[in-house]
C-alpha cells in the first residue's frame, strides 16, 4: 500500500494551476450517455474516481478514446444493455449518476447501490422520488436499483432537502423525457451550472441552474460536442488553505474565484491575506492564524468538502474556534487522527468540534478515513514538525490530480513510498 511520507514546516511557496472539477466531471461524463453522438469532454481530472466512470461506459459498450491525459472522447451509441457492473458501481458514490442517464435514454437502468466515502447515512430516496414522479417504478433487490418506465413524463418534482446527486439525476432523468419539469428546492453548488451547461450546449433545454427552481422541457436528440470541465473548487480551496496553513505565498490558478467567495471569506477572517484575480487566487500568510467558527451549508455557504482542510489548519489558530457540519452525520472521522498530530480538538456532538489552537502540530504516523479527510491530514503534515506518513492514500487519489507533484512544486517535501519503502526508512 503506498503512502505519503512528509517532512512538514515548510512554507508552501510558488504557483499552482487547478485540474477539473471531479464533482462536475463524474456527472459530466455519466450524461454522454444521453448523447446522440460522440463527444469530446475536456479539462477532465486524471483521478480514480474518473477512470472508474470511464470504465463503466466502456463496459457497458461505449466507445472510449483517451486523446490526452485530460481529454476523452466518448461515443455512447455502443450502449446496448443499460447494466452497470457490479463492482465498479461499488466503488464511488457517483454510480448512482448512472440512474438518470440510463433512465432518460433507455427507460430502464439496473445500477448497483453507489458506494463512495464513508461520510454516514447517504440514502438515496430523493433520487427515487424524482424518477418515480416522472413516471419510472423502481425496486431494489440483491443489492442493485432497478428502474423501469414505460414513458417519462415532465412533472413538478420538490425536493425534501437539498441535494446535489438528486438535483443533477432528475436533470438527466428529465432532459429527454415530454414536457416540462420543474424542480423546486434544487441544489445550487456550480457543478449543477456545469452539468446543465454541458446538456444545454448539446441542445437540452434547461433554465434556472445555479438558483433553487429549474425548468426542463424535454427535447428528443442531444448532438455531440467538445466541452471543457470547470476547475474544481475544492481542490482550489485545499491549496488555498495548504497555503495559509503553512504560513505560505501561493498563486492558485486556473480557478473561478466567484466558486471560491466562502473560502475566501472565511480565510481572510483568519487572518490570511487573498487577493482575487480574474482566473487565479493569491493567498499569503504570517504568523499566526486567528480562531474562526464554521458552519457547513449548502452553496454558496462554506461546503462541507473543505470543512476537514479548514479544521485542520484551526488546529494551530490562536483561540478556540467551534466547527459544525451538518451536512453528512459523520464528516468527522479524521478527528482522531489530527489528535495524533498534537491538535485539541474535542467533539461537542456528532455535528460539532471545538478546536483549542496549540502553538505547533508535531508528525506521526496517520491514516486517511475518506478523500478530504486525507487531504486535510496532507495538510496537517505539511504544518506539523518532523515526518508525518499519511496511510491510505488510494481515498486521496479519488479526487485530487497529481497531489504530491503539486505540492513539491511548491516546496513541500513530501514523497510516495510502499510499505517496504517506509519500512527500511524506519530503520
Ligand atoms: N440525502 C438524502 N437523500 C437523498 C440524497 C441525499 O437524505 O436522496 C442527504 C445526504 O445523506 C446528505 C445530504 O442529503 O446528508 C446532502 O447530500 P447530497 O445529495 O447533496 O450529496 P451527494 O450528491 O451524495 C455530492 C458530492 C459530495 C459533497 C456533497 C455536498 C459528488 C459525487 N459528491 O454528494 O462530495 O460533499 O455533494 O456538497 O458530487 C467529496 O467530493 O468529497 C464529496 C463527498
Known amino acids: ?3 505519503f511520507l512528509i517532512r512538514g514546516g515548510i512554507p508552501l511557496r510558488g504557483e499552482v494551476t487547478i485540474s477539473g472539477a471531479k464533482n462536475a466531471a463524474v456527472a459530466i461524463v455519466a450524461a454522454t450517455i444521453l448523447s446522440d453522438e460522440p463527444c469530446v469532454l475536456e479539462n477532465v481530472p486524471e483521478i480514480r474516481d474518473i ?3 470511464i470504465k463503466i461506459l466502456y463496459e457497458m459498450g461505449a466507445s472510449i478514446k483517451i486523446i490526452d491525459k485530460n481529454t476523452v472522447r466518448v461515443d455512447p451509441r455502443g450502449i446496448s444493455d443499460p447494466v452497470v457492473p457490479y463492482e465498479l458501481a461499488r466503488a464511488f458514490r457517483a454510480s448512482s449518476y448512472f440512474l ?5 435514454r433507455f427507460h430502464r437502468a439496473d445500477v448497483p447501490m453507489p458506494g463512495g466515502c464513508d461520510l454516514g447515512d447517504r440514502p438515496i430516496d430523493q433520487h427515487l422520488k424524482a424518477f418515480n414522479i416522472l413516471g419510472a417504478s423502481h425496486s431494489i433487490d440483491g443489492g442493485v436499483v ?3 418506465a414505460e414513458q417519462l413524463v415532465g412533472s413538478q418534482i420538490y425536493f425534501d432537502l437539498v441535494t446535489v446527486g438528486g438535483t443533477i439525476n432528475a436533470i438527466f432523468a428529465a432532459v429527454k423525457a415530454d414536457g416540462l419539469t420543474v424542480i423546486e428546492n434544487a441544489a445550487k453548488e456550480p457543478q449543477i451550472v456545469d452539468v446543465a451547461n454541458f446538456l444545454n450546449s448539446m441542445g437540452a433545454d434547461i433554465m434556472g441552474a445555479g438558483t433553487d427552481v429549474i425548468k426542463i422541457r424535454g427535447v428528443k436528440y442531444l448532438k455531440g460536442v467538445t466541452y471543457g470541465i470547470i476547475p474544481d473548487p475544492i481542490e482550489a480551496g485545499t491549496y488555498m488553505v495548504a497555503a495559509a496553513a503553512t504560513k505560505g505565498d501561493v498563486l492558485i490558478k486556473g480557478v473561478i474565484p466567484k466558486h471560491l467567495e466562502s473560502i475566501t471569506d472565511k480565510l481572510r477572517k483568519a487572518g490570511a491575506s487573498v487577493e482575487e484575480f480574474d482566473e487565479a487566487i493569491h493567498v499569503h500568510a504570517e504568523g499566526r492564524l486567528m480562531k474562526t467558527n464554521i458552519k457547513t451549508q449548502v452553496h454558496p455557504g462554506f461546503p462541507t468538502d473543505m470543512q476537514p482542510q479548514f479544521s485542520t489548519m484551526l488546529s494551530t489558530a ?11 452525520t459523520n464528516r468527522f472521522r479524521y478527528v482522531n487522527e489530527l489528535r495524533r498530530l498534537g491538535a485539541n480538538i474535542t467533539s461537542e456532538s456528532s455535528t460539532t468540534v471545538i478546536i483549542e489552537g496549540v502553538p505547533e502540530l508535531s508528525g506521526a504516523t496517520v491514516k486517511a478515513t475518506d478523500l478530504r479527510a ?3 491530514l496532507v495538510i496537517g503534515g505539511l504544518m506539523a514538525n518532523g515526518t508525518t506518513v499519511v496511510e491510505d492514500i488510494f481515498h486521496i487519489e479519488r479526487g485530487y490530480e497529481n497531489i504530491d507533484d503539486k505540492l513539491r512544486s511548491l516546496g513541500a517535501d513530501i514523497r510516495r513510498v510502499n510499505d517496504y519503502d517506509s519500512g527500511r526508512m524506519a530503520v
Open 1 to 3: 500500500m503506498e503512502k
Open 146 to 148: 432497478s428502474l423501469r
Open 51 to 53: 477512470n472508474v466512470c
Open 318 to 328: 490562536e483561540g478556540v474556534s467551534v466547527v459544525t457540519d451538518n451536512i453528512f
Open 100 to 104: 438518470g442517464t440510463l433512465l432518460g
Open 374 to 376: 486525507g487531504a486535510a
